[in-house]
T-cell receptor
């Protein structure tokens, strides 16, 4: 069964303390992996698309990487405004159609 | 504001009542999606439109749920005879034709509470 698992469920860091979020997936034929940020009470906001193992994308303090089994979202020297839930999704063939399969997210809290 | 807009933002209703949500996508986007999200979970796919055609509908979706996009612009999602299990955030997203369909623009959602 195609699925996406994110870990940890929650992560508390001090401002400036770098870390990584994990997204592992089991899909038959990856057609794209996507990272989104979601603030409380808001809809998800698109961050990155990764297509193939070895690919990397960067935006400000965030860098996303991809292997054949998982993706990492590295956050360097985070600030309190980086606090949010980070969602991972993969484009997979489900019930005779391509659909996004979403993980449950990692809630990131950055303390000043 | 040229983003995806949803209305109402919050709806509280009693079990058994019908509710309707509206979504206005970004004007040049021809693809429109509805998702449902509960606390601590990722979005769950409900249905997808390309222009006015409803091309996909989740097999998990009850017959009490119906969506329309009559002129290929705004869309409505109606839930009939609401149940407490319908309480969730209902998210609308849009994307333009020709882009990777995993890159979606979401609205701020409509939160439904069924008492």
């Amino acid at each position: 069964e195609d699925q996406v698992t994110q870990s940890p469920e929650a992560l508390r860091l001090q401002e400036g303390e770098s870390s990584s979020l994990n997204c592992s997936y089991t899909v038959s034929g990856l057609r794209g992996l996507f990272w989104y940020r979601q603030d409380p009470g808001k809809g998800p906001e698109f961050l990155f698309t990764l297509y193939s193992a070895g690919e990397e994308k960067e935006k400000e303090r965030l860098k996303a990487t991809l292997t054949k089994k998982e993706s990492f979202l590295h956050i360097t020297a985070p600030k309190p405004e980086d606090s949010a839930t980070y969602l991972c999704a993969v484009w997979a063939w489900v019930n005779s159609n391509y659909q996004l399969i979403w993980g449950a997210g990692t809630k990131l809290i950055i303390k000043p | 504001d040229t983003g995806v807009s949803q209305d109402p933002r919050h709806k509280i209703t009693k079990r058994g009542q019908n509710v309707t949500f509206r979504c206005d996508p970004i004007s040049e986007h021809n693809r429109l999606y509805w998702y449902r999200q509960t606390l601590g979970q990722g979005p769950e796919f409900l249905t997808y439109f390309q222009n006015e055609a409803q091309l996909e509908k989740s097999r998990l979706l009850s017959d009490r749920f119906s969506a329309e996009r009559p002129k290929g612009s705004f869309s409505t999602l109606e839930i009939q005879r609401t149940e407490q299990g319908d309480s969730a955030m209902y998210l609308c997203a849009s994307s333009p034709q020709g882009t990777n369909t995993g890159e979606l623009f979401f609205g701020e959602g409509s939160r439904l509470t069924v008492l």
